[in-house]
């Protein structure tokens, strides 16, 4: 290792000497020489305060002009981005092979194209003639989109660049992409990285609001290196069972706005239609009165939508392991209810296997739902029906008591809108906390053993 080089600099005029002296040669002051150690080669180029270009500061208070919302022309799908593309973002789609991202982008982007928008759309996996043929099964081959097929991001990024820049850009998929600037193939966690990066630095500086659609994992998550998600802005997941004929898409992460709304579409032949009204997708026909059922308004961001709960216990006459099955919904909260309803409300389900099922495979994480499975599950065990028209929701506390939930009354009013007239709630949710409840008459219980003892007829 190089031996550091020592100078002395005079602290009255600054001049350097390359030893000590008493008195400076340029100013001849006394002992003004002090002892320094110069850099080297090695400091110097690795010294990151020094070399770089001034960069501009702007105040969080200056009066600007914040970037526009655009409109992909499909309200369910603005919904879920928060209003809109934001231009000069980024974002990143996924979801299991067929659910119909291709679909829902290549819909999108003939809307925009079709009111005058600039759309590049470039497809890694698909010729531009396959493109154009699923375009006209849709029957969207009179929109005027650019098409190009293309792995290769230096390509794409010099075709952008010696064009004006497009409004949307849509890369399906980032998977597919190859960066020259790395060695592996395309699909790999360097090159996924590489050619996101470069692709993001393009929408952040000409303002093109670009989609990168993702492959997913067996398990549900996106392909790729985990920081992918960090570097967009927002992501999306396009969720549904491809038995079912509903999808939803769910913002997971959103930058521009709140990642609890989501979108609701209807597979058909002519492609996704928005669903304006979801609780029509997840209620079955409600004229007969079945045990067994009750409905619980869940709430997704600020839309309320009505779901089945179906449960079936069968007795086992024999000393069998009953069994628990659920699906739509956490098997441990299950697990969690039945316990409760045993030791707290007086009911036995060791010797019955039990059933749960959220009707059209929509899929439940709200813990307002509690007491709605509770409900459905005395009901039917006791083969007594709650009534067509009742909703029920409330979470439910180890210790039996009935806890409120968030938004009681918005779920009020949807119920209301529906037809529904009597809601089962917390005794914490009234008419005056929840403010206007669409004229639905409330059942307020304090303990899920209240709630048993009048479905079971026992006041």
């Known amino acids: 290792m190089a031996k550091p080089r020592k100078t002395y600099v005079c602290q009255a005029c600054g001049s350097v000497s390359n030893r000590w002296q008493g008195q400076c040669p340029d100013c001849a002051e006394w002992n003004t ?90 497809s890694g996996e698909e010729a531009a003639d396959q493109v154009r043929l699923r375009a006209m099964r849709l029957g969207l081959a009179d929109a005027p989109i650019d098409l190009a097929s293309a792995t290769s991001v230096r390509d794409i990024l010099t075709t952008l660049r010696s064009m004006e820049s497009p409004v949307m850009l849509v890369i399906d998929s980032i998977q597919t992409m190859h960066s020259d600037l790395i060695e592996g193939a395309p699909g790999t966690v360097s090159q996924v990285r590489a050619s996101a990066q470069e692709l993001i630095r393009y929408a952040k500086d000409s303002g093109c609001a670009v989609i990168l659609v993702g492959h997913v994992t067996k398990d549900g998550n996106i392909a790729g290196p985990r920081v992918l998600e960090h570097m967009v802005d927002t992501v999306m997941s396009f969720e549904g069972e491809r038995s079912h004929q509903y999808r939803i898409l769910r913002s997971i992460k959103n930058r521009f706005g709140a990642t609890d709304e989501i979108g609701v579409f209807a597979m058909e032949e002519a492609g996704l239609s928005e669903v304006g009204n979801p609780s029509s997708l997840f209620l079955s026909d409600r004229d ?145 906390a929840s403010g206007d409840t669409g004229g639905m008459r409330l059942s307020s219980y304090a303990r899920l053993a209240n709630l048993v003892d009048q479905l079971l007829g026992r006041n």
């Open 288 to 432: 007969a009165q079945m045990p067994g059922t009750s409905v619980f308004p869940a709430l997704e961001g600020t839309r309320p939508v009505l779901v089945e709960i179906q449960a079936l216990t069968v007795r086992l006459s024999s000393g069998a392991t009953p069994r628990r099955a659920v699906v739509g919904w956490d098997s441990g909260r299950l697990a969690m209810v039945l316990a409760v309803l045993e030791a707290r409300c007086g009911l036995s389900f060791s010797t019955a296997e039990v059933y749960l099922n959220v009707a059209g495979g929509y899929r439940l994480s709200d813990p307002a739902a509690d007491m709605a499975v509770a409900a459905a599950l005395v009901s039917a065990l006791s083969e007594r029906p709650l009534g067509s028209g009742t909703i029920v929701f409330g979470e439910l506390a180890l210790s039996g008591e009935l806890r409120p939930v968030a938004h009681a009354g918005l779920r009020l009013r949807e119920a209301a809108k529906l037809g529904f007239e009597k809601a089962l709630v917390p005794a914490s949710v009234t008419a005056k």
């Open 33 to 122: 020489l002090v002892e320094q150690a110069a850099p080297t080669a090695f400091s110097a180029r690795h010294d990151l305060q020094t070399g770089g270009q001034r960069i501009q500061l702007a105040r969080l208070d200056a009066a600007v002009e914040l970037p526009p919302r655009i409109s992909t022309g499909i309200a369910e799908f603005d919904r879920a981005l928060g209003g809109g593309l934001v231009a000069g973002s980024a974002t990143l789609m996924g979801g299991d092979p067929g659910i119909g991202k291709s679909t829902l982008l290549l819909q999108a982007s003939a809307n925009m194209a079709r009111a005058g928008h600039a759309i590049v759309y470039i």
